[in-house]
């Protein structure tokens, strides 16, 4: 806490805000921050592992009595609201359309439109991903921006910082590789499996995700299971093995490059008036792979910023760093 | 295939159900895989294959990786069998 407002004193931005408030920081005297003196001897590597029963330690229901009968109140209210919202449900199921009429008020003239002149219009076979990358690109985009800021925001609150001198943030860290320690490393069975399936899995997604606008799939699914490939012989091989192809760095430029890719090439309807139908790309002959104008192009950025995402959620989450 | 899709939903209201009453929380995650996976048949029946891959990919797949290491974070496993393996 204090390394980083003192860094944050030292940056340009502090001292433009110590200039600008005329030098009073908010901050000062008013947060009492006390951090207890950690020594190695209070430090107990065990109580990691030692099981915390949560329902004990944090709620005494045993002792304490109005905690025990708010707890039977909690209980029967949590019933009776179940029950009232299945009965609500279930009531409003039954002023639903039934299920595949043609009458029902989806067959309107946007799927008409969609599935009438899609295949010319987009030139993908697959006119599922013709929508979500061409009439919809924009939606998708949104969709890949809010996944990389969901990563970032998991780096803010689990990423461990290398350089922390903060003594409560060097025993969370310790205790996080001490976490490490008892998970199986080397597991016989999981790499033999993983040989076998990893490549098969990264294949498979690329597959996905360049014949996205050709056969089911596309650049969300296909990165999914890359990412889950990832996992998978991160698993079974270890933090080593992996950092040698993906490292924050990796992850940075991967996002990054896929996000202003995307940006780029969607940019164009700003000009034209958000009216991106008139497009001069040439769309080829649909059912080629190299067809339908931008969507490989995008599907392919928005697979790579999803596998990054699966992957870096799942380090942040076990590690606390890449 | 009406057999099938029947016997498919009320494997999903069985799921379901039986996510809410167990008590221990690795059990629920993993029927809930099931559950995902169910789900996916079920988006491949009604013709939607789009679905029925980032339904596999995504919520067996990932979500469920995702929850397994939150659990362990938390020491949430809870039992017996799990302290000893830990320690082992």
């Known amino acids: ?322 | 295939m009406k057999i099938f899709e029947t016997f498919l939903l009320i494997g999903l209201i069985i799921c379901a159900l039986s996510v809410m009453f167990t008590r221990r929380m690795l059990t629920a995650i993993v029927i809930y895989m099931s559950y995902s996976l169910i789900m996916c048949v079920i988006w491949i029946i009604l013709q939607s294959p789009d679905l029925a891959i980032t339904e596999a990919a995504v919520g067996a797949g990932v979500t469920s990786i995702l929850f397994f290491v939150t659990l362990k974070k938390i020491n949430g496993f809870g039992g017996e069998s799990d302290n000893e393996q830990d320690q082992g």
Request: with cysteine.
């Open chain 1, 1 to 322: 806490m204090s390394r980083i407002r003192d860094n944050y004193k030292s940056s340009p931005a502090g001292r433009f805000e110590a200039w600008y408030k005329d030098g009073y920081d908010p901050m000062d005297d008013r947060m009492d921050i006390h951090i207890p003196a950690q020594t190695e001897e209070d430090y107990d590597p065990t109580d990691v592992i030692a099981g915390l029963d949560l329902e004990d330690t944090v709620y005494d229901r045993t002792a304490n009595k109005a905690l025990r009968i708010s707890g039977y109140i909690y209980k029967i209210l949590s019933v009776v609201l179940c029950v009232v919202m299945i009965g609500v449900l279930i009531w409003m199921v039954q002023y639903l359309p039934a299920f595949g009429q043609p009458d029902n008020p989806v067959n309107n003239e946007v799927s008409a439109r969609y599935i009438g002149s899609g295949v010319q219009e987009t030139g993908a076979i697959n006119f599922v991903t013709g929508m979500i990358l061409d009439y919809r690109a924009f939606d998708t985009f949104g969709e890949s921006c809010v996944l990389f800021i969901a990563t970032i925001c998991v780096q803010i609150l689990l990423r461990y910082d290398e350089g922390e001198k903060d003594p409560e943030n060097v025993r969370r860290r310790h205790q996080a590789a001490t976490d490490r320690l008892f998970e199986p490393k080397n597991d016989i069975i999981l790499q033999k499996v993983s040989v076998v399936l990893v490549p098969l899995l990264f294949i498979f997604g690329i597959y996905i995700i360049l014949n996205g606008h050709l056969s089911p799939g596309g650049g969300f699914s296909g990165g999914a299971v890359i990412g889950a490939g990832l996992i998978l012989y991160l698993c079974s091989y270890g933090y080593s093995k992996t950092e040698r192809f993906f490292t924050i760095r990796t992850f940075r430029i991967i996002s990054l490059a896929a996000l202003i890719t995307y940006c780029l090439a969607k940019s164009y309807s700003f000009y034209t008036g958000a009216n991106h139908l008139e497009s001069h790309i040439p769309l080829g002959t649909p059912g080629a792979i190299l067809s339908s104008g931008l969507i490989l192009v995008l599907n392919i950025c928005v697979g790579s910023v999803v596998a990054c995402t699966m992957y870096a959620f799942y380090t942040l989450f076990r590690k606390g760093d890449f």
